[in-house]
């Protein structure tokens, strides 16, 4: 849509206000609402937005101890540019709009999680290849209001739907269809493509399936969806976490399935196995992956969730068709050939995790990365030494992308050495503001992450 027909669009689908939404590093979804003037005489320049959106924590407290960026000083401005091939109606009377984040002086802010996927995309395209996703988002859902939930400190919560735990059963209390009928409805509303929904392996846990496409729209509709998640809870009363791990339950997951296309066609399908250029995708992404464990598990709880046999990979490793290893690789299709990452945490912010996964990916096939081998068997619960290790802690994986030497060079020095600052003032943090090392879930991180992760 061109900037000269947006007058005409809100005016005929009588709009009288307007959302402007992105996602700050931690993934929460950040925004305005605009009058309709504010919005349409603000296109050119962008939305200003004071630096903080990506200078705080999720406490609201200044990062420090790391180096200022240029795009950051005392209390600057920067300029939310928004795609208007996102404009969409979000509620009767109301429009939202998905933008990016730039400087006064014209500049991409470096750490822009949309601004970094789109710079990926662009060196893919540039080598012929157009990057295909899809993601699966998981999410535990309460009886209680967000209201009680909050007067009970995100403690002792009912599962919505029953407390048995067990995946993809359908006999389900009325209330918990009620909830996922109500998301999917407002999904059709909004536009948004889906391919499927269910319950997984925990009490009141969900997952939601975002339809295949470009990266770059399906990044956009994972952060609407659970926006749209949310806000269908509040109002039927209930509650929906993101929460990597909420309680000492099953953990939560957003894997991410990506291929390459060229010409229409599947780059990664080869009639005998994973095509040369899948090998070399894969040989970039094993090559960062103890690096990229730190974008794909961003807070102190994401790493709860890295426990053997339960469900997430634990190891450095990938394989045919295995879903104990972190990749697995889905090979002898023409259409469904791809890899699926199964890293990342519910909370992770997927923008991120899909650029640092493709730029690696990318970056392995410039290079011609040759993979390790597949592995074959049980990725879980290993005789020590035999293969390497997920980092397990933040400060772990803060110090493997500090050594990584992949992801500097697709994503850009400044957005890792940002990003390492604002792990380490996570962990910091932790310790420094009610958080003990040694006990299980505490309050301070549900009270942290359990309604903005």
Request: hydrophobic share 45%; aromatic share 10%; charged share 20%.
């Amino acid at each position: 849509m061109q900037s000269s027909e947006i007058s005409q669009w809100l005016a005929d689908n009588e709009i009288t206000s307007v959302q402007v939404q992105a996602t700050n590093l931690d993934g929460t979804f950040v925004g305005k609402t605009l009058s309709v003037e504010k919005f349409v005489g603000g296109l050119d320049q962008g939305f200003a937005f004071a630096d903080v959106v990506f200078g705080n924590d999720l406490g609201s407290f200044p990062v420090l101890g790391v180096p200022f960026p240029s795009w950051r000083g005392e209390l600057d401005d920067i300029f939310l540019r928004v795609d208007l091939d996102t404009l969409v109606v979000w509620r009767p009377g109301v429009a939202a709009v998905i933008g990016d984040f730039w400087t006064a002086e014209g500049e991409p802010v470096s750490v822009c999680p949309r601004n970094l996927l789109r710079k990926v995309v662009a060196r893919s395209t540039e080598a012929g290849y157009e990057v295909v996703a899809a993601v699966e988002i998981e999410a535990t859902v309460f009886e209680e209001s967000i209201q009680e939930a909050r007067a009970k400190g995100f403690e002792g919560l009912t599962p919505l739907g029953g407390t048995a735990g067990s995946a993809y059963v359908l006999a389900k209390s009325s209330d918990w269809r009620e909830y996922l009928e109500a998301v999917e409805a407002r999904l059709r509303e909004v536009g948004i493509a889906w391919e499927a929904w269910n319950d997984e392996a925990a009490a009141g846990q969900i997952e939601i399936n975002v339809a295949v496409g470009e990266v770059v729209d399906v990044a956009d509709r994972w952060a609407r969806t659970r926006q749209i998640m949310r806000e269908v809870a509040y109002d039927l009363g209930r509650t929906v976490t993101f929460m990597a791990k909420w309680s000492d339950a099953w953990g939560q997951a957003s894997h991410i399935n990506i291929s390459l296309a060229t010409n229409g066609a599947n780059a990664f399908y080869s009639a005998d196995g994973p095509s040369q250029t899948m090998s070399h995708f894969i040989g970039g992404v094993m090559q960062a992956m103890p690096g990229t464990s730190s974008i794909a598990l961003p807070f102190i709880t994401s790493y709860r969730r890295i426990v053997p046999l339960e469900g997430p990979p634990t190891t450095v490793t990938w394989g045919l068709h295995n879903k104990s290893t972190a990749i697995r690789a889905v090979t002898g299709h023409p259409a469904y050939s791809r890899i699926e990452y199964r890293l990342p945490g519910s909370d992770s912010n997927i923008y991120l995790v899909a650029a640092a996964v493709t730029g690696a990916g990318v970056y392995g096939m410039e290079n011609a990365v040759e993979p390790p081998e597949a592995f074959v068997g049980s990725a879980w619960a290993l005789p020590p030494g035999l293969v390497e290790n997920i980092p397990t802690t933040i400060t772990q994986a803060a110090a493997a992308l500090e050594a990584d030497k992949v992801l500097p060079e697709v994503l850009g020095e400044e957005f890792v050495t940002y990003w390492l600052g604002t792990r380490r003032w996570e962990w910091l943090a932790f310790h420094a503001m009610g958080g003990e090392p040694d006990v299980g879930l505490t309050a301070w991180e549900s009270a942290r992450y359990f309604e903005l992760a």
